[in-house]
């Protein structure tokens, strides 16, 4: 449903507030998209044929969950709207994801991959609970195409945006964070060359 201030047109603020959503979803998602894969195939061991293999399940398993969500989502009906109260209620998860894809506990090796594999399918379903909604917020955020093209692109600059910031500083935030633990001095000293 439209906002009542959708009709005169979208304010900066809740254009800006739109672009912040992707933001803050993506400097979580990229930071697993960018140094997810070497995490598991240079710190935690694992070899690239079977992580490539996991990455292909959990997306498949992601391509037959999204519609799914779509239908809930669009047939949610609370006093927040249809879209806004998976992105409250998401969030913990989604955070909590990224946390557990790098917490590197001490397992076999079949242990880490059953892990990577559960956290993995953990977190882009959290990620699908909370996207797939606010993608579909645009298609309500006001009845103008005009007005919808513009929020997207404050999106995107959001999106692009947090990006940019993971690109910048998750390497300077391992050095500082890792305070001399194994996995995170090995993180460490291998970004050098990365």
């Not at 906002?3 to 959503?21: D, K, N, Q, T």
């Amino acid at each position: 449903m439209p906002s009542p201030h959708a009709h005169a047109g979208l304010r900066s603020r809740e254009s800006v507030g739109y672009a912040l959503g992707d933001t803050a979803s993506n400097l979580l998602f990229q930071t697993f998209g960018i140094f997810l894969t070497y995490f598991y195939t240079d710190v935690w061991g694992l070899a690239p044929a079977v992580i490539g293999t996991m990455f292909l399940a959990v997306r498949l398993f992601d391509a037959a969950v999204d519609p799914l969500i779509g239908l809930l989502a669009d047939r949610t009906q609370t006093r927040w709207g249809k879209f806004r109260p998976y992105l409250l209620w998401f969030a913990l998860p989604y955070g909590l994801g990224g946390y557990l894809l790098f917490a590197s506990p001490d397992l076999s090796t079949s242990g880490k991959l059953v892990y990577a594999y559960l956290t993995s399918g953990f977190m882009m379903l959290a990620y699908s609970f909370i996207n797939v909604p606010y993608c579909s917020m645009l298609g309500v955020i006001s009845p103008s195409p005009r007005l919808r093209t513009l929020a997207s692109s404050y999106r995107f600059v959001g999106a692009f945006g947090g990006g940019l910031l993971v690109s910048l500083f998750v390497r300077p935030l391992v050095k500082w964070l890792g305070g001399g633990a194994n996995e995170a001095g090995k993180v460490i000293n291998e970004l050098k060359g990365f």
